[in-house]
């Protein structure tokens, strides 16, 4: 691993242990966020907003919620936010890729929030308001919940995980976020080296 991947672990761990505070994570979380890692070696990681993409992993609908949600964790403001930079790309990647436990729990944490936003307001992720979709994400942010909603807690936690992976290994990411110039990480760079991201540009994850 070159001296600037090695750098780019090291920020993306200070920043994603930094963000779940004093709690420990689930080594599940632990494990997805490693193989979000093994994406970035080498180069910077990113599955790009290119037209025509159609997901590895996740269905149609599940990539949707993915992005609804990683969206809500780094909004666009005055620089773009998770959705525009493909973070729900990179996330359907490393998931692609991941071992097959933690793969399926979060799979389970996604379908528990479906099924959340059903009981809460009848309807789908997809379809439901943006102040709905911000209330139920709102409600499983905070570790100091009952056990019947644990399954959301680590969900939402796995997910700022992989949006922040995927936000600051992204070139949106590195130079608005980072303030790196552009000619450290990203001279001549052209997509991801991994295998099953090549071509495409980079991404980034939320706030």
Known sequence: MDRHAWNRRQLLKVLWLGSCGTATLPAWIE???DAALGHIDGAPSGQGTAPGWTPSLLTADQAEAVGILSELIIPQTET???REAGVHRFIDAVLADAPSREREQFLQGLAWVEARSQQLFRTTLRLATPQ???TLLTGISDPAVTSAERTGVEFFE???T???TGYYTSQIGMLEELGDDGRRMFADYAGCVHSAHKGDVA?????
Do not use: C, F, N, S
């Open 80 to 82: 773009a936010g998770a």
């Open 162 to 164: 992989l949006t922040i």
């Open 31 to 33: 494990g997805l966020g």
């Open 132 to 134: 709905q979709q911000t």
């Open 203 to 207: 991404v980034r994850p939320g706030r």
């Open 158 to 160: 796995a997910l700022k």
